[in-house]
């Protein structure tokens, strides 16, 4: 019966990430699948088993706390003070890059064709395992200055005290293993959509696990599975074209503006049409430049949501059918751009429980029992549902994220106190996946049987989100 209730339990949390009843339903057989999987792993024994006491572990986690006492909250502080948004981190990368090289990495700048994207690899390296560290460092833009008022300011110095604890146990202990530290840009901005384009550019290949940490109100961990913090996304730009003319005579021209118009009148006109989960966020960046003259130039920027990537793709056709529309009605042209996107990304349990004792044991507060719904370690889901890995989000703040008290909090006791706690937790977490090749293979059993699973949710919602017929006039 308890094994039972159990299964029963997961059931519920797993359920979560699946956020309308057409994909719960959708899901069903897949959610049992993966609450099979997740049963037979008994990841609590393993974390219990892990999490014993271990003086070598207890130390590399004690040197990361003491780099970040000593050293890395300082920096914080510093890339906090001096805010600047993404791909434009021109003073923060110099900061991290040369605490880096003083510490034993090679650093490669300019990783995917971004100049503020870097990669770190320490020169003691011993091949496998590969850990990957992922730092952020951008800030946010807010209307009257760049702010951190995400944290990233601290993603770097966290990372990197966990990277320097771990390359200083490989270079002691003369054991094989490798450390490289990946710096990624603009995580706030696409386009670019930075580890996207440096997924696809194939930096991160060889990894075999990926770590990063992220600022949160509360000390939490995802559940087992798929899904992503802010829905799938396309970032789409429809740049419209009309030809000019005096606006006493405006039939001489096109009305670009019109045409961007009439694409937001076109989208409400079909939101009837388009289940209600769906998320359309556009605004106007271009407008025209002069009220005597007809704009023959228009441009409206697009976030299109949706909870899964299947359905998202029948929302983005009526939103570019819009615009084609709009512009077969107004005389002009419009070009669509879809810069960049985010799906969802891959959660593993293995990870995330052992990350979230770690985090706890080193005095983590504001502490939110019950994992929270599946969802990768980073946004665009590219990078996390191809390499196995966690995000460390102990509480360094009481604000939410993207306010101006976050940043504060950042520069305080609650940030700091957040940041070593996730410093000390990856740290801790890196070793163990260093040293024990069976923890190894249950982190890589439970990514591939998830990953499976994905593929198998995606191909039964193809199943439900049916077109309805629509027969030609007569």
């Known amino acids: 019966m308890g094994m039972k209730l159990a299964c029963l339990g997961l ?30 792993l008994d990841v609590r024994t393993i974390v219990e088993k892990i999490t014993v006491n271990n003086p070598a572990r207890d130390q590399v986690a004690a040197r990361a706390k003491e ?34 090289k003083q510490h034993g990495f090679e650093v490669t700048m300019g990783a995917a064709n971004m100049k503020t994207a870097f990669v770190a690899r320490y020169k003691g390296n011993r091949g496998a395992p590969n850990l990957g560290v992922i730092l952020e460092y951008d800030a946010l833009r807010g209307t009257t200055r760049a702010f951190h008022g995400d944290q990233h300011s601290s993603q770097g110095p966290v990372g990197m005290a966990a990277a320097v604890a771990i390359a200083e146990l490989l270079e002691k202990s003369k054991m094989p293993g490798s450390v490289t530290v990946f710096g990624t840009p603009g995580e706030e901005m696409m386009p670019p959509n930075a580890k996207t384009d440096m997924f696809k550019a194939g930096v991160f290949n060889g990894m075999d696990i990926l770590v990063r940490s992220h600022s949160s109100s509360t000390t939490s961990r995802p559940a087992a599975g798929f899904g992503t913090c802010c829905l799938n996304i396309d970032g789409v730009k429809y740049t419209f074209s009309g030809a000019p003319s005096h606006q006493m005579t405006p039939w001489a021209g096109r009305n670009a503006l019109e045409a961007v118009i009439h694409l937001f009148n076109n989208i409400d006109a079909v939101r009837s049409s388009i289940r209600p ?37 029948q929302v983005r056709e009526f939103v570019d059918n819009a615009a084609k529309a709009a512009a077969l009605a107004t005389g002009t042209k419009v070009k669509i751009d879809n810069y960049g996107q985010d799906r969802d990304g891959i959660a593993v349990a293995s990870l995330s429980e052992l990350a979230f004792s770690y985090m706890k044991k080193y005095g983590a507060t504001r502490i939110a029992e019950q994992p929270g719904k599946p969802q990768g370690y980073e946004e665009t889901g590219s990078v996390s549902s191809e390499i196995p890995g966690i995000g460390f989000s102990a509480a360094t703040s009481t604000w939410p994220n993207h306010t101006y008290e976050m940043e504060t909090d950042a520069l305080g006791e609650i940030g700091h106190k957040g940041f070593t ?43 439900v989100y049916v077109k309805p017929n629509v027969v030609d006039p007569k």
């Open 421 to 463: 706690v996730d410093a000390q937790a990856m740290a801790a977490l890196l070793y163990d996946y260093l040293t024990h090749p069976e923890y190894r293979g249950q982190v890589k059993r439970e990514f591939d049987g998830i990953k499976t699973l994905f593929d198998e949710y995606k191909s039964s919602l193809r199943k």
């Open 67 to 100: 780099l970040m006492e000593k050293e890395l909250l300082a920096m914080s502080d510093d890339i906090t003070k001096h805010p600047e948004i993404g791909f434009e981190e021109y003073k923060s990368i110099e900061k991290l890059t040369t605490y880096l």
């Open 277 to 313: 989960e769906a998320r359309i966020q556009g605004v106007i960046t271009e407008g025209g430049a002069a009220p005597n003259v007809v704009p023959d130039r228009a441009v409206a920027d697009f976030y299109i949501r949706y909870p899964d990537e299947v359905y998202l793709a």
């Open 11 to 40: 059931l519920g949390v797993l359920a979560f990430a699946q956020e309308t009843s057409t994909e719960r339903d959708a899901a069903r057989d897949v959610l049992h699948k993966m609450s099979d999987l997740e049963t037979s």
